[in-house]
Structures are given as C-alpha cells and as structure tokens.
C-alpha cells in the first residue's frame, strides 16, 4: 500500500541516509559485531551528516527539522540495517536530545547540545536500575543535599550506550518520602569524579550496541546539573516515553519489514521436493498474511508518527504501538527463521541475528505487560 505521510523532502532525507549508511556503515558492520560497540567515528559521520540533531536548535548546531516525521525515517532506515544501529542512535538523537533541548537553562544547552549535533558527546539515559525498571517509581538512586551541592549515589543497569557514554541523564531521588514526586534528572558526565561503569553486558541479541551497568559514589553535582524541574523528573519520564515508545514501534516494524523482505527472496529461490519453499500453500499463505499483518500495522504507527509530528500522539496510543509492533515483528521473525530452514539458526545468516536482536522489544521502555496496563487502566479497569 502506497504509504502518504511522507513528501518528497522525506524521500530526499531517506535517500540520504541510505547513501551514507551504504558508504560509511555496512562495510564496517562485522567490526561493529567483533568490539560490541558502535565506533566513534560512527558518530562522528553521522553528525557530520546532521543526522544527529534533528531535533536540536540551529545555533546549537542542529538540523532542527521541527517535524518528527525526519526522525521516523532516520529510525527506519537503521532499523532496516539492523536493530542495534536503530536502538543506539534512538536513545541519543530520538530519547535523550528532546530532553536536553526542552528542559535545560541556556547555559546547559551551550554546554551540551553542540556535542550530541556532532557526535562529540554521546549521551544515555539512566532509568533502570538492578532493582527494577518496570516500577520507575521506586528507584533507588539518590541525589542528597550537602550545602549547596547534591550527592549522587547508586546504580543503574542495561543502559543503552551506556558504555561508551560521555553524558548521563540519571533519574535519582531526591525526596525520600515523596516517591513519583521526589525524582529529579540530573545530566551526569562521565569523567566526573566517583562515576564507574561495568562491562559491556552480554546480551542475547544486538551485540553491536553497548549496554551496560553504571555506578555513582559520592558523585558531587550542583542545581546546574539538573534536567528539568527539582522533583518533577518522574513527570518529565512521563511527558517523553510517547515519542521513546513511539521510535520504538516504528523501528520494531520496519526492521520485521526488512526480514520479511528478505525472506521472500529466500524463499523463492530456495527448493524442496523440486520446487521453491515459498509455492507451498502453507508458506505461501503464511507469507501472505506476515505482508497484510505488516502493511495493516503500518497503517497504524504511520497515523500515529502524524499525530505525534502535530503534538497530539496520546500516551496509549504510543503504548498500543509499542507492545502490539513488538509482538508482530517478534512473531514475523520467528517464522521467517522458520522459512529459512537450519540456516535460519546460524548466526552468519542475517535472519537469526534479528531474530535475536528483536526480543529485546517486548521488554524495553516498558514491556508489553506495563504497556497493556496502562491501556487497561485507561479503560476504566
Ligand atoms: C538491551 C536493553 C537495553 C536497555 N536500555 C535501557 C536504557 O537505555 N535506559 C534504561 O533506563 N533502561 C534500559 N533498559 C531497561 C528496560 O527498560 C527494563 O529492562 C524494563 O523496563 C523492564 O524492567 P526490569 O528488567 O527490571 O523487569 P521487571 O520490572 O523486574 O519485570 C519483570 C517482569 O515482570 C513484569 N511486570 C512487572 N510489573 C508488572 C505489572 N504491574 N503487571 C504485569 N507484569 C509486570 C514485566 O513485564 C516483566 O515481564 C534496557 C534493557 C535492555 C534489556
């Protein structure tokens, strides 16, 4: 189905993008695998191609394109490389830079956005703690006043570039007896004095992305380092998971897209019993609604990235678009492995590594149950 949200500016940007992931990305993506890391010069590039700052102001540096529908074909593009570049650049220029250009002083901005546009500073943001993610409201990190300073101390775990960060934006507590209400988010830079990180954590999928845990001691900050307003982070989380889970469903989508593609191919190439996979009435019906499953489902997050680009996506419909893209694009996958045959199981074959690569997204940025509940209390139950 000819898809209409996008006009011939879109199509240009994507052009753009696909030349400069053809030339700059998909040579190196076997190093990519080997370091477990997006290199620096990644950024770098990407920056230098404005890719980085879609969202950030001109005279910061950015592209600031002021229509979200860039951003949706920049994580689509990725994604249809593979989901780990889409999941990285997502948390710095799709989650973490909206932060930073709507809730920081004139001094931060200076002081920040010029290196997320460029790639310089690569930022995270800190949410999950090895305590629990789901339940953001009971974190455990703690930012204490002394004078005038704050004490930061505590962990975080999974966090997305997390390893190679230069920036964090942390979520700590900073009112003990006011839960959701005594949360501020503070923009932790990485050489500060206390802070640590783990190794890059072994994940079962998307090993290109670095992923780790990190621990604060007696970091000392002050009221220049807060993001946003003094105890209002929980809200501020609140405001920007809509546009986090928004990215997260377009990517979910047009990676299990990419795969499905893919497998078409395969499968009419492929024969058994003297003819290929794909003729028989089960793969070929299979195949059939895997394509409606997807194209309906696009319908769905295209009407969504419209709403969002005109600042009226709801909470709830991002979060339908979030659980219900992950369970299809993690459903799609399977089956594709499943067309595939033993290669589908190798992890040389493009279609095993996004098979693992794509469980993750039931779980992050709110998994598919917390997603449901919040509908379901949305519902009156
Ligand atoms: C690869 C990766 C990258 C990540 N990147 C980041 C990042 O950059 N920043 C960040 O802050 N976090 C990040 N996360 C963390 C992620 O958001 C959390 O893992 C997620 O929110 C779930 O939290 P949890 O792992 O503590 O699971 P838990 O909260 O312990 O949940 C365990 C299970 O219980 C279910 N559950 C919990 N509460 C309910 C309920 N009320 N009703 C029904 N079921 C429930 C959950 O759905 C889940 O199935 C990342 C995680 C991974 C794996």
């Avoid at 003990?176 to 079962?204: C, H, M, N, Q, W």
């Avoid at 469903?249 to 009419?268: C, D, F, G, P, W």
């Avoid at 992050?364 to 379901?376: L, Q, V, Y």
Wanted: charged share 25%.
């Amino acid at each position: 189905m000819r898809r209409t949200i996008y006009d011939e500016d879109h199509e240009a940007f994507r052009a753009s993008i696909r030349e400069f992931l053809a030339r700059e990305v998909e040579p190196h993506l076997e190093e990519h695998l080997e370091n477990k890391q997006i290199p620096r010069e990644f950024w770098l590039e990407a920056g230098k191609q404005g890719f980085l700052g879609l969202e950030i102001p001109e005279e910061y540096g950015g592209a600031e394109a002021g229509d979200y529908r860039f951003n949706a074909v920049l994580m689509e593009e990725l994604s249809h490389v593979n989901a780990a570049l889409s999941s990285c650049v997502g948390i710095h220029a799709d989650i973490v830079a909206p932060y930073l250009v709507e809730l920081t002083t004139e001094e931060q901005k200076k002081r920040w956005l010029p290196g997320v546009a460029s790639g310089e500073l690569l930022v995270a943001i800190g949410m999950t703690e090895p305590s629990g993610g789901s339940d953001l409201a009971a974190l455990r990190t703690t930012a204490v006043r002394d004078g005038e300073e704050w004490v930061l101390n505590g962990s975080k775990t999974f966090i997305t570039n997390g390893y190679s960060a230069d920036m964090v934006v942390v979520a700590a507590r900073t009112s003990p007896d006011k839960k959701a209400r005594g949360i501020t988010l503070f923009g932790v830079e990485t050489t500060a004095e206390g802070y640590s990180r783990g190794r890059k954590l072994d994940k079962v999928g998307q090993p290109e992305s670095d992923t780790a845990e990190m621990f604060f001691e007696d970091i000392r900050l002050t009221d220049d380092d807060i993001v946003g307003e003094l105890d209002n982070g929980f809200i501020h989380m609140m405001q920007k998971l809509p546009q986090e889970r928004l990215g997260c469903a377009i990517s979910n989508l047009a990676h299990a897209r990419q795969i499905l593609v893919e497998t078409l191919e395969y499968v009419k190439e492929r024969k058994a019993f003297g003819a290929p996979v794909g003729s028989f009435q089960h793969n070929k019906f299979l195949i059939a609604e895997m394509f409606t499953q997807v194209d309906v489902t696009q319908a769905f997050v295209d009407q969504c990235v419209l709403a969002h680009s005109d600042g009226e996506l709801t909470a709830i419909d991002a979060a339908k678009a979030k659980w219900w893209t992950a369970q299809v694009q993690n459903e799609i996958l399977d089956h594709c492995v499943q067309l595939h045959g033993g290669y589908g199981f190798m992890n040389e074959y493009r279609v095993a590594r996004a098979w693992k690569d794509a469980r993750v997204s039931k779980i992050w940025a709110g998994s598919n149950e917390i997603m449901k509940e919040r509908i379901g209390r949305d519902l009156g139950l």
